[in-house]
């Protein structure tokens, strides 16, 4: 690799280190948000919602779409989030 073209990489793996920082808080902040979830549920069936997993996926492939993202990537983003979340609520409810 070219001198110039290291220091593009650089530059470019230090804007993905400070975005991967900002992703760090969102996802602090949305597991606060399904533990808040979580006392809600009463029943351990309750955890998997299978209905909105599927709409929220829709959304998400819509919303990717719309902004040329290709949605394979984005739709295994969320599968991923989404059951490990759900892992996340398991264990969670079992402290209850």
Do not use: A, G
């Not at 650089?10 to 399904?34: A, F, P, Q, S």
Request: aromatic content about 6%; hydrophobic content about 35%.
């Amino acid at each position: 690799m070219s001198p110039k073209n290291k220091k593009k990489l650089n530059i470019l793996r230090r804007k993905l280190d400070k975005l991967d920082n900002k992703l760090i808080d969102i996802i602090k902040v949305r597991t606060h948000l399904v533990k808040e979830v979580v006392k809600l549920k009463q029943y351990k069936n309750e955890i998997v919602d299978k209905k909105r997993i599927s709409i929220i996926l829709k959304k998400i492939k819509r919303k990717s779409i719309s902004k040329n993202i290709d949605p394979k990537i984005t739709n295994r983003i969320w599968k991923n989030m989404i059951w490990s979340y759900i892992n996340y609520e398991r264990r969670i409810f079992k402290k209850k």
